[in-house]
């Protein structure tokens, strides 16, 4: 049986001489692993295809739970991404994520969207509040939404220093003061990647730096999972 889908490659493992085991979201079907057969060899016809962050229309054979690529038309092989060490572990750290909260056969077109938009956004823009924003919509729709704007316990408005409750996934104000501190630039930058009112002149480049870090420590506290490219990129930062 054939199946044609529209997948993002979120993670790859070499196998055999020159085959490669991809991991496919996929807008139909959720995730899944498809096999690329000899597409390692240099001119193999569907080498692009099998490179991690492509988008494309995928042809895949099915023979029970297995999948085999046959061919692929590429919608957007995200170029830009592959010129830049940052924008890559960035993407790299997109699709990790994905990978952790995906499991086989759900379908999440809305996750799958974002995830495509946002690395559109990635190689035109700021590779970080790319992903910082695809990162707090990841969490929303994994069931951890994060509320930015007012204090969990009192209410009060979130501004100037604040606490964040990791256990909890909830932001305090100064009185209130529950967890571990939060600079004022950090929350700024992530209200600003939520789509949220936000001041542009408290953004700074450490804000970047650290927005990841907590979103990445809340998100390995609540799936117990780990993404490497998320450490790699927030070291580069
Ligand atoms: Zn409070």
Same mark, same amino acid.
């Given at each position: 049986?054939?199946?044609?889908?529209?997948?993002?490659?979120?993670?790859?493992?070499?196998?055999?001489?020159?085959?490669?085991?991809?991991?496919?979201?996929?807008?139909?079907?959720?995730?899944?692993?498809?096999?690329?057969?000899?597409?390692?060899?240099?001119?193999?016809?569907?080498?692009?295809?099998?490179?991690?962050?492509?988008?494309?229309?995928?042809?895949?054979?099915?023979?029970?739970?297995?999948?085999?690529?046959?061919?692929?038309?590429?919608?957007?092989?995200?170029?830009?991404?592959?010129?830049?060490?940052?924008?890559?572990?960035?993407?790299?750290?997109?699709?990790?994520?994905?990978?952790?909260?995906?499991?086989?056969?759900?379908?999440?077109?809305?996750?799958?969207?974002?995830?495509?938009?946002?690395?559109?956004?990635?190689?035109?823009?700021?590779?970080?509040?790319?992903?910082?924003?695809?990162?707090?919509?990841?969490? /929303?729709?994994?069931?951890?939404?994060?509320?930015?704007?007012?204090?969990?316990?009192?209410?009060?408005?979130?501004?100037?220093?604040?606490?964040?409750?990791?256990?909890?996934?909830?932001?305090?104000?100064?009185?209130?003061?529950?967890?571990?501190?939060?600079?004022?630039?950090?929350?700024?930058?992530?209200?600003?990647?939520?789509? /949220?009112?936000?001041?542009?002149?408290?953004?700074?480049?450490?804000?970047?730096?650290?927005?990841?870090?907590?979103?990445?420590?809340?998100?390995?506290?609540?799936?117990?999972?780990?993404?490497?490219?998320?450490?790699?990129?927030?070291?580069?930062?």
């Amino acid at each position: 049986m054939e199946v044609k889908v529209d997948a993002l490659v979120v993670r790859t493992a070499d196998y055999g001489e020159a085959d490669r085991m991809l991991t496919l979201f996929t807008l139909q079907n959720g995730k899944l692993s498809a096999a690329a057969k000899g597409v390692r060899k240099a001119k193999a016809r569907l080498n692009f295809a099998a490179q991690p962050f492509c988008f494309a229309e995928y042809v895949l054979a099915q023979k029970g739970e297995r999948y085999t690529v046959i061919s692929a038309t590429l919608t957007d092989g995200f170029y830009g991404l592959r010129q830049d060490i940052g924008k890559f572990y960035a993407a790299a750290t997109l699709a990790g994520l994905c990978d952790a909260v995906l499991q086989e056969g759900i379908v999440n077109e809305e996750l799958f969207l974002r995830a495509v938009a946002a690395l559109g956004q990635m190689c035109e823009g700021d590779e970080a509040e790319a992903l910082l924003s695809f990162f707090l919509k990841l969490l /929303e729709l994994s069931g951890y939404m994060l509320d930015l704007s007012a204090c969990a316990d009192c209410g009060a408005v979130l501004e100037g220093k604040t606490f964040f409750d990791m256990a909890g996934g909830c932001f305090t104000c100064a009185d209130c003061a529950r967890g571990a501190g939060v600079s004022e630039s950090t929350l700024n930058l992530l209200k600003k990647c939520a789509g /949220e009112e936000y001041d542009p002149a408290l953004l700074s480049q450490e804000g970047k730096k650290r927005a990841l870090k907590l979103l990445y420590a809340y998100f390995c506290r609540k799936t117990e999972t780990q993404v490497r490219a998320a450490e790699e990129y927030i070291a580069l930062l």
